[in-house]
């Protein structure tokens, strides 16, 4: 039986180290949400990623996502898709002791169905 992990929104993930790594159509669907142009949103928000091969969020000063405000993602509707993914289809050592997600055991088409929802992918293969 699959397990879910059901995330409880405590925003661990939004705070620790690391980079959350964004596509060019996540550029543009971002961009759109903020009402800013592209170019002004890659100049305000985002920076070159670790393997200089793209583009990845700013941070605050404290590590934090430049969109993380308060306990609120406020680019929750348009979030990269590293963010939904995160902590079902992919994972790091020892992700457990920082991530508050509850696990659920669950038939193959509720875990189908969840996972549908928690990432917004369409086929899971
Ligand atoms: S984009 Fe939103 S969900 Fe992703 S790390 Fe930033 S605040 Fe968290
Ligand atoms: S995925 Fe885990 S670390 Fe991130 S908000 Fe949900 S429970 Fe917290």
């Not at 050592?93 to 509720?110: H, N, V």
Request: aromatic letters at 8%; hydrophobic letters at 35%; a neutral charge.
């Amino acid at each position: 039986m699959p397990v879910f992990l059901e995330c409880r929104r405590c925003t661990a993930c939004c705070r620790w180290p690391g980079q959350v790594a964004i596509s060019e159509s996540e550029i543009s669907r971002i961009a759109e949400f903020l009402n800013l142009s592209e170019h002004a949103f890659i100049q305000e928000f985002t920076r070159i990623n670790a393997a200089r091969n793209g583009l990845a969020l700013t941070e605050k000063s404290d590590g934090s996502c430049m969109f993380l405000d308060g306990n609120e993602c406020h680019i929750q509707a348009v979030k990269p898709q590293q963010c939904r993914d995160f902590p079902n289809l992919w994972q790091f050592p020892g992700f457990e002791k920082l991530c508050q997600a509850i696990p659920r055991i669950l038939s193959e088409t509720e875990y189908r169905d969840k996972i549908r929802t928690a990432t917004g992918r369409k086929s899971l293969t």
